[in-house]
Nanobody, 117 residues
Framework: VPLQASGGGLVQAGGSLRLSCVAS????????MGWYRQSPGNQRELVAR???????AYADSVKGRATISRDNAKNTVYLQMNSLKSEDTAVYYC????????????WGQGTQVTVSS
């Protein structure tokens, strides 16, 4: 399930972005999907995740500002980010974990999000 993330860019504080991550292959719907981010000097952290059944979870730092969703027909997971803050600046990565075997996981290449204050 190689992953291709897109949608990052430069946005002003208070603005919005929608990140997309397209998976190749036929097993997308069998994977729990997640968005992570990493800023310089910091560890990669979970932003949001969505299960195969559509259950979602969010980091406290983005609750109320982020929405993760998936479209299994398009093999795509989205992350809508609103009310962006400078601290949201990071490289955002999508992640897929096979629900039946958590040893099988994939990472996308990352997309840069820069929020200017």
């Amino acid at each position: 399930v190689p992953l291709q993330a897109s949608g990052g860019g430069l946005v002003q504080a208070g603005g919005s972005l929608r990140l997309s991550c397209v998976a190749s292959g036929s097993m997308f719907s069998s994977n729990n999907m997640g968005w992570y981010r990493q800023s310089p000097g910091n560890q990669r952290e979970l932003v949001a995740r969505i299960t195969t059944r559509g259950g979602t979870a969010y980091a406290d730092s983005v609750k109320g500002r982020a929405t993760i969703s998936r479209d299994n027909a398009k093999n795509t997971v989205y992350l809508q980010m609103n009310s962006l803050k400078s601290e949201d600046t990071a490289v955002y990565y999508c992640n897929a974990v096979r629900s039946s075997n958590t040893n099988i996981q994939y990472w996308g290449q990352g997309t840069q999000v820069t929020v200017s204050s």
